[in-house]
T-cell receptor, first 112, second 117 residues
Framework: DVKVTQSSRYLVKRTGEKVFLECVQD?????MFWYRQDPGLGLRLIYF???????EKGDIPEGYSVSREKKERFSLILESASTNQTSMYLC???????????FGPGTRLTVL | AQTVTQSQPEMSVQEAETVTLSCTYD???????LFWYKQPPSRQMILVIR??????QNATENRFSVNFQKAAKSFSLKISDSQLGDTAMYFC??????????????FGQGTRLTINP
């Protein structure tokens, strides 16, 4: 089975802090994604990556950056956290040429 | 741009009943994929069922089936003999196939389904 793990289930940070959210997948998938989930809005794509060191902006990239130095790991970075970035963050991976995304358990981030 | 709309924010049914969740989408593409994902209270999102737009036959997975109406751009999920474990957020999602690079999912707003004993 595909396993996607995220470094934290719950995270509390202060406004202005730099925040790293880590995601690791164990199925050698080329594609990885970061979404944020907010009530009434569903999931919205922040960034995705289709290869090591490759990244593309999703629908809401402002205030975020990403890093993919190794195939199995995709990091989401909040350079200076703000209260409006309080949300649930979900990571997903997908094999190239396949249509199913596999999700991690999510990280509930609270920015105070 | 593609959009996905789930018009039912919340639904509640009794155990063993049948329930249908609605989803409509907007696209100019002819070939694409549609999905229903389930997110139980434990939060792990899992795939329930998928449909390829070029296939006219509706997909089924045990108690889960879809009613795919391509012309109407409608993709509803039917859960038969509902069980307490079906309690979850359900998301409808659209994927436009890309022939290189990653394939992005566009999600609806979600429907919170509660199965009552």
């Amino acid at each position: 089975d595909v396993k996607v793990t995220q470094s934290s289930r719950y995270l509390v940070k202060r406004t202005g802090e730099k925040v790293f959210l880590e995601c690791v997948q164990d199925m050698d998938h080329e594609n990885m994604f970061w979404y944020r989930q907010d009530p009434g809005l569903g999931l919205r794509l922040i960034y995705f990556s289709y290869d090591v060191k490759m990244k593309e902006k999703g629908d809401i990239p402002e205030g975020y950056s990403v890093s993919r130095e190794k195939k199995e790991r995709f990091s989401l970075i909040l350079e200076s956290a703000s209260t409006n970035q309080t949300s649930m963050y979900l990571c997903a991976s997908q094999g190239f040429g396949t249509d199913t995304q596999y999700f991690g358990p999510g990280t509930r981030l609270t920015v105070l | 741009a593609q959009t996905v709309t789930q018009s039912q924010p919340e639904m509640s049914v009794q155990e063993a009943e049948t329930v249908t969740l609605s989803c409509t989408y907007d696209t100019s593409e002819n070939n694409y994929y549609l999905f229903w994902y389930k997110q139980p209270p434990s939060r792990q999102m899992i795939l329930v069922i998928r449909q390829e737009a070029y296939k006219q036959q509706n997909a089924t997975e045990n108690r889960f089936s879809v009613n795919f109406q391509k012309a109407a751009k409608s993709f509803s999920l039917k859960i038969s003999d509902s069980q307490l474990g079906d309690t979850a957020m359900y998301f409808c999602a659209f994927m436009k196939p890309l022939y290189s690079g990653a394939q992005k999912l566009v999600f609806g707003q979600g429907t919170r389904l509660t199965i009552n004993p």
